[in-house]
């Protein structure tokens, strides 16, 4: 990581100061560099869809088999769990506690893996589930297509089976997401917001933390229209939005707000799918088809 000069201050600390609410700032660098390459065993006919980590020692991956692998960033595989069904999973999260929750399209469910059990937390009639993402109350935010003719999409916010929110439409009445199966990556932010990433609607759509619509973004003001299609998403530290742009291969940075920061499209990435971010604010990319995770450095 990039470091800043260390200059001796002396000061007064006043006894009010809040430390828990002092954050960091962390410009985004000039250039952003691959630091790290973990090869894993996706790829090819098996792509690479999701990455997750709470850590900078390991990630959580899944992909097109039924077992979702577990890797340190030297490439070595730490551990590989199977899915209770025997299908693959859709995709995968971390709670705040380190256990890995996934979804299974076919079986209707919503899982927790601890430590080497795999138990069912949801099971859903009407229903299947897509992306998932933990919030910072543990709670689970799950995108759901329904098993009709319509395939209309709602984003159900569970404690434990328990379903506490579900967003679906503005307030106008009208659908916040696309119909049908197409990938929707989910994510909160610092702010509580959520975001989803809609690669049909070609759009990531935001909303408060009570459901109520605040923007979407489809791409700096200079892109040609249609050329965006966010897959993963994820936010850092400083509240950024960061979104995987499948179709030029590029990764789009914007602000809590919506506005455009930077691309980082120097990094010869190649189908960017999931995307997530570290302890340190290094950016994990899954690369479908190459089966490759590249950590970035982005920031300072």
Known sequence: MLKEPITQVSCDIKNDFDTESYQVLKPLIDKAQVIAEIKTEFGLLNGLCSVSSLSDEHVWTCGLDNIMRLYNLQGDLIKSVQTNSGYQPCDIALTSSGNLV??????KTVNIVKEDSVEEVIRLQGWVPLSICSTSSDELLVVLVSDNDKQTTKLVRYSGSKVKQSIQFNNKGQPLYSSGVSNKY???????????????FGAVVVVNKDGEFRFTYTGPPSSRKGSFHPFGITTDSQSRIIIANRNDDCIHIINQDGQFLRHVDNCYLYTPWGICIDTADNLFVAEYYTGKVKIIQYSM
């Open 102 to 107: 996934y979804t299974d399209y076919n079986e």
């Open 186 to 200: 989910v994510t909160e932010n610092k702010n509580l917001d959520i975001r989803i990433a809609d690669d049909e």
